[in-house]
């Protein structure tokens, strides 16, 4: 299943193969995306060929400044010719919503997606509406520097169960892109002709629920917290660099990844590497560095990989 996945996100997304497989494990996990890149990298494409992939239904929601709230969640009207109230459910109840550009729009908006990340659930006018089984945002940002975005709140970035960095592609990748892209047609569109459906929505939910009975020994779960732990504790582990620290939700992810990897790795156990290699992008949106190593020159990438060599894995 997650060969089948893999393959019809390839024939769109071309390279950068970790960035495809950390967000299969996002997947796998259950959990949110948060994908940031300068524009005109691909993001929005890679996120709706993996839509495409997994099936279910899947709306796309185009954050603006003038996004309202209501626009995403729905809102409460009154119909006239029938004389009584009607609750009009927005794009929001989907098993996959795409938000592109999360960061365009201020933060009463984002904050309409908290309630839904966390509870998946949607309250309108007092009343509980549950979202579709399963339900998961995949969200592309353009970074906080470039003009018209606003930082995502730490309450929102929390929700995210991990937050990938697109970068540049080879050139190589690049030249096969170009190529295959003006084969096809002017190069304007952005096409997902030939992404089909690889898995029914029955299968996607098999396949987490396969990832959640993968085995994880105790000391890897204290390995795992010990890590999460660091980045509050000043001083440790190269820990000076870290203004403030992932808190609890923090360590779930951290285990939820790493047994996500094992599936996608064909094991049934998590081992430190999983835990290691996840670290990265499951703690890099949860800190925030201290204004003496911003100017330093020091990026959340750094101060992790410092910290993480600085804790000891279990050895046996």
């Given amino acids: 299943m997650i060969d089948k996945i893999r393959n019809e996100v390839e024939k769109v997304f071309i390279g950068q193969k970790e960035l495809v497989d950390h967000t299969l494990i996002t997947l796998l996990a259950g959990g949110h995306l948060l994908v940031e890149g300068v524009p005109g990298l691909g993001k929005t494409l890679l996120v709706r060929a993996l839509a495409k992939a997994i099936g279910g239904e899947c709306k796309r929601v185009q954050f603006t400044p003038d996004l309202m709230p209501s626009d995403i969640t729905g809102n409460i009207m009154l119909d006239v010719q029938a004389g009584k109230f009607i609750t009009r459910k927005g794009p929001i109840f ?55 975005t606003y930082p995502l709140p730490d309450a929102q970035k929390d929700r995210f169960l991990m937050k990938l960095l697109i970068d540049y592609p080879m050139q190589e990748d690049e030249k096969e892109m170009v190529e295959r892209v003006l084969k096809g047609g002017t190069g304007a569109e952005l096409s997902l002709e030939g992404v089909n459906r690889a898995l029914s929505t029955e299968e996607f939910i098999a396949l987490r629920d396969k990832a959640s009975a993968v085995l994880i020994a105790p000391e890897l779960i204290d390995y795992a917290v010990r890590i999460v732990a660091a980045t509050r504790e000043k001083g440790s582990h190269g820990s000076y660099a870290i203004e403030s620290g992932a808190g609890p939700r923090g360590s779930l992810a951290l285990i939820r990844c790493a047994r996500g990897r094992a599936l996608l790795e064909n094991r049934d156990f998590v081992i430190p590497d999983d835990i290691k290699a996840m670290a990265i992008p499951v703690l890099i949106h949860r800190i925030t560095l201290s204004a003496e190593s911003e100017l330093e020159g020091l990026n959340e990438n750094a101060a992790l990989e410092n910290l993480i060599s600085g804790v000891e894995a279990p050895r046996s």
């Fill in 94 to 148: 989907t098993n996959i919503l795409i938000a592109d550009e999360i960061n365009r729009s201020p933060a009463k908006t984002q904050a309409a997606l908290f309630e839904a990340m966390q509870e998946f659930q949607v309250s309108l006018d007092g009343q509980e509406y549950p979202l579709p089984s399963p339900f998961m945002v995949l969200a592309t940002q353009n970074p906080f520097e470039h003009e018209g």
